[in-house]
């Protein structure tokens, strides 16, 4: 882990700590990188925080991350002087380190309903305009996972969702539990997905967004972390005014069984 919080305190070494995260920014392909470096140097967040933010977050999730925190970070600056922005640059690490899960194990047993809040943090500037409801279950048990890997799926979800709405409608998030396994599902009350769509949903690479706007990856990589690397199951249940995407994953009593049902890759073979 790098300096968080470590303020340079002279000129020269602010531009070569800005210029160091730039390049950081630049090799890892983050969009705007010479607008981002400024603020997160400042902060104290060198090349080597970044990598072990990296490490932990993956590649797909970390542009969300780094804008988000630059976003945050500068705002902070803006709001406060010396003692308070200090403190709200840690209290805003400390929400990337809870979405990262930086510097803890890799595989823990898991908050499920910590991750969600934690991308919903990290994602707040994305679903400006859409209402998100929250319906969680109480005393959901743990699950034993790689919690960087669970929060890039609910971002995924999400921002799928939204992209969904149009920055419009209603999101609802729910959480519950059935035979060994804790569910998770993001509903949003958008157009809905056509039928002939839904069983592609998760094949790599496919996507309805026009040319430029999506890669079709960000389902690929929930089947991949949730069904591969979790042992869980995924589906999603569409029609106009609802599309719901539901997570199952096993908790210590057991993998959970796997149904077949629309939209579910694991039922596609």
Do not use: C
């Not at 800005?18 to 990188?33: K, M, N, P, T, Y």
């Not at 603020?39 to 988000?68: E, F, K, N, S, Y």
């Amino acid at each position: 882990e790098g300096a968080a919080g470590g303020v340079p305190d002279d000129a020269l070494a602010a531009g070569d700590g800005e210029e160091a995260v730039a390049d950081w920014l630049d090799r890892h392909g983050i969009a705007d990188g010479w607008r981002l470096a400024p603020t997160l140097a400042a902060a104290g967040l060198d090349p080597a925080w970044l990598d072990a933010a990296a490490a932990r977050v993956g590649a797909v999730a970390l542009p969300v991350v780094l804008p988000w925190l630059e976003a945050s970070l500068d705002l902070a600056a803006a709001l406060d002087q010396a003692e308070r922005s200090a403190a709200r640059v840690s209290a805003l690490v400390d929400v990337a380190r809870s979405y990262t899960f930086l510097d803890q194990a890799p595989e823990q047993d898991v908050d499920v309903e910590a991750g969600l809040e934690a991308t919903l943090a990290m994602l707040t500037a994305r679903l400006a305009g859409v209402e998100v409801v929250r319906e969680y279950a109480p005393d959901l048990p743990t699950v034993p996972a790689r919690g960087s890997e669970l929060n890039q799926v609910w971002t995924n979800l999400l921002l799928n969702a939204a992209d969904a709405l149009g920055g419009k409608g209603r999101i609802r998030v729910r959480t519950g539990w059935e035979q060994a396994a804790v569910v998770v599902e993001v509903v949003d009350d958008g157009p809905g997905i056509p039928p002939e769509h839904q069983r592609r949903v998760f094949e790599p690479f496919f996507t309805t967004k026009p040319p430029g706007e999506g890669v079709g990856l960000g389902l690929d990589v929930a089947y991949r972390v949730v069904v591969v690397n979790h042992g869980g199951d995924i589906q999603v249940v569409s029609r106009p005014g609802e599309t719901r995407f539901r997570v199952r994953l096993p908790t210590h009593g057991g993998a959970p069984g796997r149904t077949a049902s629309t939209g579910s890759r694991h039922a596609d073979g």
